[in-house]
Antibody, heavy 118, light 112 residues
Framework: EVQLVESGGGLVQPGGSLRLSCAASGFSFSIHWMSWVRQAPGKGLEWVATIKQDGSEKYHVNSVKGRFTISRDNAKNSLYLQMNSLRVEDTAVYYC???????????WGQGTLVTVAS | DVVMTQSPLSLPVTLGQPASISCRSSQSLVYSDGNTYLNWFQQRPGQSPRRLIYKVSNWDSGVPDRFSGSGSGTDFTLKISRVEAEDVGVYYCMQGTHWPHTFGQGTKLEIK
């Protein structure tokens, strides 16, 4: 069974940093592109970032470029999102999602809440 | 960025009746490989999103066949042939053809 378990969320002040993790199991992590998607409270879904199997290609939404970085460790079956210079508008539940070959977002984790507030 | 526009944003439906959600993109979603990366997601209250349909019209595993997807180019539709109580939630379309990937605003389906 595919499992994606996010962790690392919490309360942080504006300008602060957090590192989110996603532990993957039940599938061959190293052969799948992986993504982060977020959802602000009461709002819709927003794609944040995607990374290729070997980490050689990374894509980030414009609003987080230069502040957030997606990365992965295939030896640990783990996906990460390093978030720096956090803003109030980054407050959201962050979901980790798996991308099947040739497509996107077929399995999602339960999400981890990031709250940016003073 | 490609803008995804869904309508309606609110959809009250009687149990057993059909429902339809439209999704329009600001650019063609046909990729250079010939595929159209348009997906539909369901998010039930308090749950993570779940993919229902990929590449316009393909069912994900376990998705009831009362759900169907259609469309081409910039115009897409999700249809539910007979709405059941478990279908309550918010439905999103998403394009994966162009970076950045973008979602529609969401359509909230409720039972009348």
């Amino acid at each position: 069974e595919v499992q994606l378990v996010e962790s690392g969320g919490g309360l942080v002040q504006p300008g602060g940093s957090l590192r989110l993790s996603c532990a993957a199991s039940g599938f061959s992590f190293s052969i799948h592109w992986m993504s982060w998607v977020r959802q602000a409270p009461g709002k819709g879904l927003e794609w944040v970032a995607t990374i290729k199997q070997d980490g050689s290609e990374k894509y980030h939404v414009n609003s987080v470029k230069g502040r957030f970085t997606i990365s992965r460790d295939n030896a640990k079956n783990s996906l990460y999102l390093q978030m720096n210079s956090l803003r109030v508008e980054d407050t959201a539940v962050y979901y980790c999602a798996k991308n099947p070959p040739g497509d996107y977002l077929d399995c999602w984790g339960q999400g981890t809440l990031v709250t940016v507030a003073s | 960025d490609v803008v995804m526009t869904q309508s309606p944003l609110s959809l009250p439906v009687t149990l057993g009746q059909p429902a339809s959600i439209s999704c329009r993109s600001s650019q063609s979603l046909v990729y250079s490989d010939g595929n159209t990366y348009l997906n539909w997601f369901q998010q039930r209250p308090g749950q993570s999103p779940r993919r229902l349909i990929y590449k316009v019209s393909n069912w994900d595993s376990g998705v009831p066949d009362r759900f169907s997807g259609s469309g081409s180019g910039t115009d897409f539709t999700l249809k539910i042939s007979r709405v059941e109580a478990e279908d309550v939630g918010v439905y999103y379309c998403m394009q994966g053809t162009h970076w950045p990937h973008t979602f529609g605003q969401g359509t909230k389906l409720e039972i009348k």
